[in-house]
């Protein structure tokens, strides 16, 4: 059966299991240390963990950090059934006069998307929870991202009004939507829930053997974040930001704004360019990415990349992808040709019907020497 820890909160690109464990499978052995760069929702940490691997991983988005976090240090059914308790309690006995003012202060989105007690708690949890503080908060957390938007049609696990589950819409798109549909928020009891899918990711859940390592920061550095595995790397596993497809600090400001930062969109805050427009910036990120990568890396370590872009040749991309590596890599050798793959049930089509995005996407296998 799938492990449900894969699943904690839906992602916009994400990575599939089936491929990390296949790659995890061929190019390490148990008690090598793998690493991925780009760690999104933490597939691969968790992946390489659950096949007995240490596991490294570095994104530079609050939400990427705080899922990958959860599945590299997973706590206890009963310890997070507690935590609730004691949340749950805090919430009684917060001030809700001050709550109310903060959820009044809220742009009109807030309150078309969340029922006005539901919100209220979820203002108390971003508050109070201190979420890098420690694992079971960061899980709890986490349990918040995979059901604060979502198809309210379809699951009764969300928290919001109709949104898809991997993005969050922009305000005023959501807006005009909810008001041309008539739709409006259910009320939720945020702790219930929480509780409830704790009850379904933690209780017949496979935990890893192992507790992996999360740094929220560059992947530019990455040989600064892991003192301890210096030399150790076997296997980088990883899928960069495809070129040109989507921001992720737009389309997952909602999530940003639970983990503290701001009530509406933003750009440049998180990171400079998430989404990459230009190929030659784009090529040369990479390349000192790459570089960065170096201090990792252990003798005839193996690096596996699914790599895509909008607009983006085949050649293109076997050359800049190439390219980038030998200028880290001099003695690059390719394990197998380049795989394609066309890009089916594309997820743009649910927000962005008959848009043109990323229709295929490769993967590499090099020896990195």
């Known amino acids: 059966m799938r492990n449900r820890l894969h699943s904690l909160c839906p992602y ?58 959860a599945k590299a240090d997973v706590p206890r059914l009963s310890e997070v059934r507690a935590q609730l308790t004691l949340l749950e309690h805090e919430y009684e006995d917060a001030n809700h006069t001050a709550l109310e003012k903060q959820r009044l202060a809220l742009p009109r989105f807030f309150h078309r998307a969340f029922y006005h007690s539901t919100l209220r708690e979820l203002l108390f949890l971003r508050s109070t929870l201190n979420w890098k503080g420690a694992p079971v908060r960061n899980f709890i ?9 979502g198809e309210m049609d379809k699951s009764k696990s969300y928290f919001s009004n109709q949104m898809p589950r991997t993005i ?36 017949t859940a496979d935990v890893p053997p192992l507790d ?3 740094v929220l920061g560059d992947a530019r550095n990455a040989g600064q974040f892991f003192p301890q595995s210096l030399g150790k790397v076997t296997l980088v596993l990883t899928s960069p930001p495809y070129l040109n497809v989507t921001s992720y600090e737009e389309d997952q400001w909602l999530r940003l704004w639970f983990l503290g930062g701001e009530p509406n969109p933003t750009y440049g805050v998180v990171s400079r360019d998430d989404r990459h427009l230009s190929p030659t910036k784009y ?61 089916r049930n594309r997820q743009t089509e649910y927000f962005r019907p008959g848009s043109k995005g990323c229709l295929y996407e490769m993967d590499f296998a090099f020896t990195l020497t």
């Open 141 to 149: 957390a986490a349990l918040v991202l995979g059901s604060l938007h």
């Open 12 to 69: 916009f690109a994400m990575f599939p299991e089936e491929f990390a464990d296949e790659q995890i499978r061929r190019y390490s052995s148990p008690g090598d240390t793998i690493c991925d760069i780009f760690s999104g929702r933490g597939t691969s940490l968790l992946q390489g963990l659950l096949r007995k691997r240490h596991a490294l991983a570095v994104d530079i988005n609050p939400v990427a950090y705080c899922i990958s976090a």
């Open 283 to 343: 090529w040369e990120f990479l390349s000192e990415v790459w570089e960065g990568v170096v201090p990792l890396l252990s003798r005839g370590a193996s690096l596996v990349c699914r790599i895509g872009g909008k607009d983006f040749g085949r050649k293109e991309m076997i050359d800049g992808l190439t390219g980038g590596l030998r200028d880290a890599f001099p003695k690059l050798r390719r394990k197998h040709p380049p795989v394609v793959s066309r890009i």
């Open 168 to 203: 969050s819409t922009k305000p005023d798109y959501s807006l005009a939507f909810w008001t041309r549909e008539w739709l409006w928020p259910r009320k939720k009891n945020v702790f219930e829930l929480l509780r409830q899918r704790a009850e379904f990711r933690l209780r």
């Open 212 to 214: 992996g390592t999360v």
